[in-house]
T-cell receptor, first 115, second 111 residues
């Protein structure tokens, strides 16, 4: 089984709809992240969380919200989807280890299309 | 100015060629430098990471960091069709708070 799973894998929705993307991990990591990937723009950080009670905005948080329901679960919501939120969304996790750098492990991605 | 700049390619090479992938950056506080490989319809996977300046070798892959020039490179020797993927550079200051990614370079190795 995959260590980081995302649901759904693909979603087509309409402008104005509320959408939730879910991420679960079995790695036991404390840190979780949401990124979006766009052609020509690369991966950009939306939100991140270092533990259940910690939520931080990333580079492009406007129009998004998150919920850290448990150590293993981190969901991303689009309250009112708009077409420029069409992108590939990735969840990632990392551990708090002995060093400042910690590898991030990515899920398989959710392809979201907003019509 | 973007934190990290990477030529998106696409890059197409024959099997066996040496491939050079590069990124430049603007933040001199970056200390950790990573290369991720992303196959089509998959999430990125860490390929290599280096700390500060210098070289690191792992099999056919060599990562180089030149902090004085704010320039990092990934070299792939004896490239194989299985190396066909998008390669993303990433870097962080070491606080663990945020990674900054390049846009990715699409590589195709032709048999």
């Amino acid at each position: 089984d995959a260590d980081v799973t995302q649901t759904p894998r693909n979603r087509i929705t309409k402008t104005g709809k509320r959408i939730m993307l879910e991420c679960s991990q079995t790695k036991g990591h404390d840190r979780m992240y949401w990124y979006r990937q766009d052609p020509g723009l690369g991966l950009r950080l939306i939100y991140y969380s270092f533990d259940v009670k910690d939520i931080n905005k990333g580079e492009i948080s406007d129009g998004y919200s998150v919920s850290r329901q448990a150590q293993a679960k981190f969901s991303l919501s689009l309250e009112s989807a708009i077409p420029n939120q069409t992108a590939l969304y990735f969840c990632a996790t990392s551990d708090l280890g002995a060093f400042s750098y910690n590898e991030q492990f990515f899920g398989p991605g959710t392809r979201l299309t907003v019509l | 100015q973007k934190e990290v700049e990477q030529d998106p390619g696409p890059l197409s090479v024959p099997e066996g060629a040496i491939v050079s992938l590069n990124c430049t950056y603007s933040n001199s506080a970056f200390q950790y430098f990573m290369w991720y490989r992303q196959y089509s319809r998959k999430g990125p996977e860490l390929l290599m990471y280096t700390y500060s300046s210098g070289n690191k070798e792992d099999g056919r892959f060599t990562a180089q960091v030149d902090k004085s020039s704010k320039y990092i490179s990934l070299f792939i020797r004896d490239s194989q069709p299985s190396d066909s993927a998008t390669y993303l550079c990433a870097m962080t200051t070491g606080t663990g708070n945020q990674f900054y990614f390049g846009t990715g370079t699409s590589l195709t190795v032709i048999p």
